[in-house]
Structures are given as C-alpha cells and as structure tokens.
C-alpha cells in the first residue's frame, strides 16, 4: 500500500509518500481500499507539532475514508467484501489501505462517489454534535458559524437550515458570494470587520460555533440572548502560518475567557458553553455510526450537500495542506492514493 507519513514537525514540505505491506484485518476488522481520505484541519496541526491528541511522529494521521471493502477478519460477514463504505479511522486515514473496525465502516448510499463519502464523516458528525446534540437548533433559532466557508462550516450550514434556523457567518470576503447562494443570511469578513460589533444590537444568537477560540469565544459569549449556548471545537488562532508560533499560542491562551465560563458566572448569564471532540468520542462508535448513517441518508434527501473543493493525489498532498492554510477552500480538499 502507498501511505503519506509526516515524518517530523514542520511546514507541508515535510509530506511524503512511502510504501509498505498491504495490512490484514483482525478478528472483527474490515479492510478497505481506499479510494479518498479527507484532509482536516487537525492533520495540519498535528504536522506543525500543536495538535496534542496527534500520534508521536513520524506517524500517519487521516480521520476519514471512503472506498470498497477488499477483505474481512474472523466474526465479519464475508459477504461485506464489495461493499462501497465511508468509515471514521483512528489516523492512518492517509493510506491505500486500512482496517478498521467493521462497525466503523459504514455503507455508502448508491450514487455517492468515494470523493464525497471522504467529504463527510468528520466535518459532518462534528456539526450534528453543535447543531443536533447540544445546540438542538429549532425553527427561527439564530446561529453564528465561525470560519463559515470550512468544511464544518458549510457542513452546520445545511443542518441549521433543515431546521429551520437562520445562520450568520464570518468568512473571508471572497467566500460571501458562494456562501449566500447557499443560505447564509449574513456574512462578516472578520477581517476587516469585528463581528461581534456586526452583530451587537441584535436580539442576540441562540448558539455559536467557535473554531477559532482565545479572544473569539470571549467575543461570543456577548453575543449570547438567555439561553444561548457557545459551542468551542477547536483553536484555529493558533495556526496562523504553516508553523507553529509558540507566542501566538500563548497569547491565545491567555485570551480564553476563563472566568466568564465558570459555572457561577454561567448561572448568572444564562448561557451555556459546550466543547466538541470528535477525536475523543472513539467510545462511543455505536452513536456516532447511528449520527453518521442519519447524515448519510439527509444526503439521500437533498439536505446533506457536501462540497469536494478540490481531489489531490498522494503525491501532491503538501498541496492539498498548503491549500488549506492559504485559506482557499470552500469545503473539504480530499486526497487520492
Ligand atoms: N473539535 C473537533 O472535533 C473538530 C472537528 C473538525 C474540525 N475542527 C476544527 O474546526 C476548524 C475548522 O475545521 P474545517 O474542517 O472546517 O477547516 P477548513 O475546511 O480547513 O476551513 C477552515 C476555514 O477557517 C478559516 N480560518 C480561520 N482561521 C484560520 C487559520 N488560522 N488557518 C486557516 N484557516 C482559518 C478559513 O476561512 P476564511 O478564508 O474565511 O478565513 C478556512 O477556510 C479547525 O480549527 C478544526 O481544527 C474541530
């Protein structure tokens, strides 16, 4: 099989495709040939040595695949081999070829390409977590979405609007027009603009979600009405270039609003502040398959509308990092064996 490794911390360049033995699955594991694994945010992270759930390296990292099942360990129905499957991995997700737990490997609805079944797990489940299972978005709600032309962020999208929500968003300005056509109601380039001063005045937002941490979540909970919940996934400020900055990330840790979000102060405000992992939800793989095959069939019905930005080979994937540090993606950039 062909794997891309990140031997050692540093900028895209580090990237490279090694070969090895095809692996074999174990009792109760299926293997899949992969044909496209998502890039996510984390992989860079883990690459420029800020990501702390990250394998030692060198090491293989990679949430998601799609492609076929080749081959299956004792205890698995044999006659799953053939099956077109999308599946969460616990890294190695950059391979030809991986095992993965058969219940972790979910069957792939007709008509759906391997490039758009790569596209969906992570950025998906991490908004039904947001949308779904803590912020439980109704009609009318009103709902912030940081980095909205993302993957999560475009993913949270079509569940806010299946729900009958109106979602803002703040993106760079060259996103806006896209991410109109498809259904945010307002856009801040947070660049030039500070958001929470575009939305202050409002009647107040019923949930926000925040992957950019430090001064944002602070920014956020203003923004809260009584009831309003700020869900934090992740601290994108610390990637400002494609190495780390330690400064930065000290300076962002002392951002963190730690004392607005002590449950004294949160009583007091009638607001609620929630945290997203997808990486530590491994426990509870039978929930998130049940989360995953609901995802998969609003794909079915139209609701689910993921976005491939672009399909890079193996050979190529310091490009598919460096697109995503450029910040030029509007949705998901997948990788290709
Ligand atoms: N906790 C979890 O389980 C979980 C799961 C998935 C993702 N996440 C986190 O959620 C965030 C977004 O993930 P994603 O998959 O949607 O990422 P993505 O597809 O790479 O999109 C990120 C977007 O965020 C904006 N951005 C803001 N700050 C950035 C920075 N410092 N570097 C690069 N882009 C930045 C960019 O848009 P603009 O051009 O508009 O700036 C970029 O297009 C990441 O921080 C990721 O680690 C967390």
Same mark, same amino acid.
């Given at each position: 099989?062909?794997? *891309?490794?990140?031997?050692r911390?540093?900028?895209? @360049? $580090?990237?490279?495709?090694?070969e090895?033995? #095809?692996? =074999?699955? !174990?009792?109760?594991q299926?293997?899949?040939?992969?044909?496209?694994?998502g890039?996510?945010?984390?992989?860079?992270?883990?690459r420029?040595?800020?990501?702390?759930?990250?394998?030692k390296l060198p090491?293989?990292?990679?949430y998601?695949v799609?492609?076929t099942?080749?081959?299956?360990?004792d205890?698995?129905?044999?006659?799953?081999?053939?099956?077109?499957?999308?599946?969460?991995?616990?890294?190695?997700?950059?391979?030809s070829s991986?095992c993965?737990?058969?219940?972790?490997?979910?069957?792939?609805?007709?008509?759906m390409?391997?490039?758009?079944?790569?596209?969906?797990?992570? *950025?998906?489940?991490?908004?039904?977590?947001?949308? @779904? $299972?803590?912020?439980?978005?109704?009609?009318? #709600?009103? =709902?912030? !979405?940081?980095?909205?032309?993302?993957?999560v962020?475009?993913?949270?999208?079509?569940?806010i609007?299946?729900?009958?929500?109106?979602?803002?968003?703040?993106?760079?300005?060259?996103k806006?027009?896209v991410?109109?056509e498809?259904?945010?109601?307002?856009?801040?380039?947070?660049?030039q603009?500070?958001?929470?001063?575009?939305?202050?005045?409002?009647?107040?937002l019923?949930?926000?979600?925040?992957?950019?941490?430090?001064a944002?979540?602070?920014?956020?909970?203003?923004?809260?009405?009584?009831?309003?919940?700020?869900a934090?996934?992740?601290?994108?400020?610390?990637?400002?270039?494609?190495?780390?900055?330690?400064l930065?990330?000290?300076r962002?840790?002392?951002?963190?609003?730690?004392?607005?979000?002590?449950? !004294?102060?949160?009583?007091?405000?009638?607001?609620?502040?929630?945290?997203?992992?997808?990486?530590?939800?491994w426990?509870?793989t039978?929930?998130?398959t049940?989360?995953?095959?609901?995802?998969?069939?609003?794909?079915?019905?139209?609701?689910?509308?993921?976005v491939?930005?672009?399909?890079?080979?193996?050979a190529?994937?310091?490009?598919?990092h460096?697109?995503?540090?450029?910040?030029?993606?509007?949705?998901?950039?997948?990788l290709?064996?």
């Amino acid at each position: 099989m062909r794997q *891309v490794w990140i031997p050692r911390i540093g900028g895209p @360049e $580090v990237l490279e495709v090694r070969e090895a033995p #095809d692996p =074999v699955p !174990v009792a109760g594991q299926v293997r899949i040939a992969v044909e496209a694994a998502g890039v996510n945010f984390a992989d860079l992270m883990a690459r420029q040595g800020l990501y702390p759930d990250a394998p030692k390296l060198p090491a293989v990292v990679g949430y998601e695949v799609a492609g076929t099942i080749d081959a299956v360990g004792d205890g698995v129905d044999p006659s799953r081999v053939g099956e077109p499957v999308v599946a969460m991995c616990r890294f190695g997700g950059y391979s030809s070829s991986i095992c993965v737990a058969s219940i972790q490997a979910t069957r792939r609805p007709a008509g759906m390409d391997a490039h758009t079944g790569a596209a969906i797990p992570v *950025v998906f489940l991490t908004a039904w977590m947001m949308c @779904e $299972v803590f912020g439980r978005v109704r009609p009318g #709600d009103r =709902v912030l !979405v940081h980095s909205a032309g993302g993957g999560v962020g475009l993913a949270a999208l079509d569940l806010i609007r299946w729900r009958g929500g109106t979602a803002f968003g703040t993106a760079s300005s060259g996103k806006h027009a896209v991410l109109r056509e498809r259904g945010f109601e307002q856009l801040i380039d947070y660049t030039q603009v500070d958001f929470a001063e575009a939305l202050k005045g409002e009647v107040g937002l019923d949930l926000i979600l925040d992957p950019v941490g430090g001064a944002s979540w602070a920014k956020g909970l203003s923004l809260l009405r009584a009831g309003g919940k700020l869900a934090c996934f992740g601290m994108s400020s610390n990637a400002t270039g494609e190495t780390r900055n330690l400064l930065t990330v000290l300076r962002n840790l002392w951002a963190i609003p730690w004392l607005a979000t002590n449950p !004294v102060a949160l009583i007091n405000a009638n607001k609620g502040v929630v945290g997203v992992n997808m990486g530590h939800l491994w426990h509870e793989t039978e929930r998130v398959t049940g989360w995953l095959g609901e995802i998969l069939a609003l794909w079915e019905t139209g609701v689910v509308r993921p976005v491939v930005h672009a399909a890079v080979p193996f050979a190529e994937a310091a490009e598919a990092h460096a697109i995503l540090h450029r910040r030029e993606n509007l949705g998901k950039v997948v990788l290709i064996p």
